[in-house]
């Protein structure tokens, strides 16, 4: 499974547990549960989603980006 696949998985595992939270907020908690490091650097941009949901396609762009390349946080199942 890719990258993006393993993501999009974990946003779909964060959004059934916390019903409440807003799509925005699920991807940046998916982000920040599988790629801390990732998360570090859309904190506090026009990425950063958390907040509002406006932000979400530039964060989904980016990720779309940088994800492939990168290797998922050791303490996320693969």
């Given at each position: 499974?890719?990258?993006?696949?393993?993501?999009?998985?974990?946003?779909?595992?964060?959004?059934?547990?916390?019903?409440?939270?807003?799509?925005?907020?699920?991807?940046?908690?998916?982000?920040?549960?599988?790629?801390?490091?990732?998360?570090?650097?859309?904190l506090g941009t026009d990425r950063d989603c958390y907040g509002s949901d406006k932000a979400l396609p530039r964060l989904l762009a980016w990720i779309d980006q940088v994800l492939p390349h990168e290797e998922q946080h050791p303490d996320v199942p693969a």
């Open positions: 499974m890719d990258a993006i696949s393993k993501y999009l998985d974990l946003v779909d595992e964060v959004m059934r547990r916390y019903p409440d939270q807003r799509e925005g907020q699920a991807h940046y908690n998916a982000l920040r549960m599988g790629w801390p490091h990732l998360e570090a650097q859309v």
